[in-house]
T-cell receptor
Framework: AQKITQTQPGMFVQEKEAVTLDCTYD???????LFWYKQPSSGEMIFLIY??????QNATEGRYSLNFQKARKSANLVISASQLGDSAMYFC?????????????FGTGTRLKVLA | NAGVTQTPKFQVLKTGQSMTLQCAQD?????MSWYRQDPGMGLRLIHY???????DQGEVPNGYNVSRSTTEDFPLRLLSAAPSQTSVYFC??????????????FGPGTRLTVT
């Protein structure tokens, strides 16, 4: 069954340092996509980055990169050079492509606080 | 494009009342979904739709109904509101049901309180 696990309810990081937010997943589908979203205190959901199961390279988008370790079923988000505006909830999500369910499933999230 | 719109933004219901949360998108997206967000539980999928006339249950469908008569609209109906349905509700859409690479676009959310 499709499942996403985020084991860090909260994280702190010093401004300008890098931080890794953990995400592990479980699926029997060989084709799937992994997503990260940011939810600031204002409440909107902002898409950050995507990784496909067949992608050979780790995805990067500006200061965001996804550390994809397929054998370990992990898809950790790395934020480099943290900024105060990075303080938010971060959600990992997965979608299976070929199982026919087409569902996006989310983890429980990690609240990141960037310290000045 | 307005993207994904949701109405109302806030709602207070009494136990037993029914209501419909509205969701619309103007991006011609095939896939639409409803989530509820509760503290410590992330976003849980209530119902989703892969196209007009096609809906299916998510993780927490009990107490909710959906229909999809058009591509644009995907309303969520609470049949008989209960305090356990107090939550923030998000509607989301994405371009395609056939590929995994399309991210979801989210509406601004509806904060529902049931007393």
């Amino acid at each position: 069954a499709q499942k996403i696990t985020q084991t860090q309810p909260g994280m702190f990081v010093q401004e300008k340092e890098a931080v890794t937010l953990d995400c592990t997943y479980d699926t029997s589908d060989p084709s799937y996509g992994l997503f990260w979203y940011k939810q600031p205190s204002s409440g909107e959901m902002i898409f950050l980055i995507y990784q496909g199961s067949y992608d050979q390279q780790n995805a990067t988008e500006g200061r965001y990169s996804l550390n994809f370790q397929k054998a370990r079923k992990s898809a950790n988000l790395v934020i480099s050079a943290s900024q105060l505006g990075d303080s938010a909830m971060y959600f990992c999500a997965m979608r299976e492509a070929t199982s026919g369910t087409y569902k996006y499933i989310f983890g429980t999230g990690t609240r990141l606080k960037v310290l000045a | 494009n307005a993207g994904v719109t949701q109405t109302p933004k806030f709602q207070v219901l009494k136990t037993g009342q029914s209501m419909t949360l509205q969701c619309a998108q103007d991006m011609n997206h095939e896939y639409m979904s409803w989530y509820r967000q509760d503290p410590g539980m992330g976003l849980r999928l209530i119902h989703y739709s892969v196209g007009a006339g096609i809906t299916d249950q998510g993780e927490v469908p009990n107490g909710y109904n959906v229909s999809r008569s058009t591509t644009e609209d995907f309303p969520l109906r609470l049949l008989s509101a209960a305090p356990s349905q107090t939550s923030v509700y998000f509607c989301a859409s994405s371009l395609s049901t056939g590929l995994s690479s399309y991210e979801q676009y989210f509406g601004p959310g509806t904060r529902l309180t049931v007393t």
